[in-house]
């Protein structure tokens, strides 16, 4: 009689741990959990989480510092091209990603960072004559005036933008 009753016991918790989804969330990272579609206002910190796979769910937001490369054909006040290669220092603060989540989405790289670093280096880089990319002084304020532009966009968004450099600068032939 004991038994059956440590055996029904142990079917009964295997039923319910089945039907549980977990998800581990690291250091430099944050979760996003839904139930319901409904998204919670709190993002999960580093540990184990539960949840129930058919009525909620919990994404995994990397909130660590990274970099996007860009290689822009941009012209000059004069109306030469040339060509830049910029990297992007960003990230999303933890405390940002759910408002990130709710307002962007989860591919809020390719929706809104990558075409506004597009936008900010050929604005930026078309008030400049082609010589103020080659010198260090000129790249130097291009590089800021882009930090510039970029975190009046994106702060406002949830993205923060830590520094633009400016790698690489091939100038046109005829320079």
Avoid at 96 to 104: C, G, L, S, W
Wanted: aromatic letters at 8%; hydrophobic letters at 45%.
């Amino acid at each position: 009689m004991r038994r059956t009753g440590g055996i029904v016991l142990l079917a009964g918790m295997a039923l319910m741990v089945s039907g549980c989804g977990m998800t581990v969330i690291e250091d430099g990272e944050v979760g996003v959990k839904a139930d319901f579609g409904h998204i919670k206002d709190e993002a999960l910190g580093p540990g184990w989480h539960w949840f129930l796979p058919m009525v909620s769910w919990i994404e995994t937001w990397n909130v660590k510092t990274q970099e996007i490369k860009e290689t822009a054909q941009v012209p000059s006040s004069e109306g030469l091209i040339s060509q830049l290669d910029v990297s992007v220092i960003y990230n999303v603060p933890s405390d940002q990603a759910v408002m990130v989540r709710k307002t962007i989405g989860m591919n809020y790289r390719p929706t809104i960072l990558e075409p506004y670093i597009r936008e900010a280096i050929r604005n930026v880089v078309s008030g400049y004559a082609v010589k103020a990319l080659f010198s260090d002084a000129g790249r130097k304020e291009i590089g800021e005036n882009i930090l510039k532009f970029l975190r009046a966009k994106l702060d406002q968004r949830g993205i923060m933008i830590q520094d633009v450099l400016l790698r690489d600068v091939r100038l046109p032939p005829s320079f």
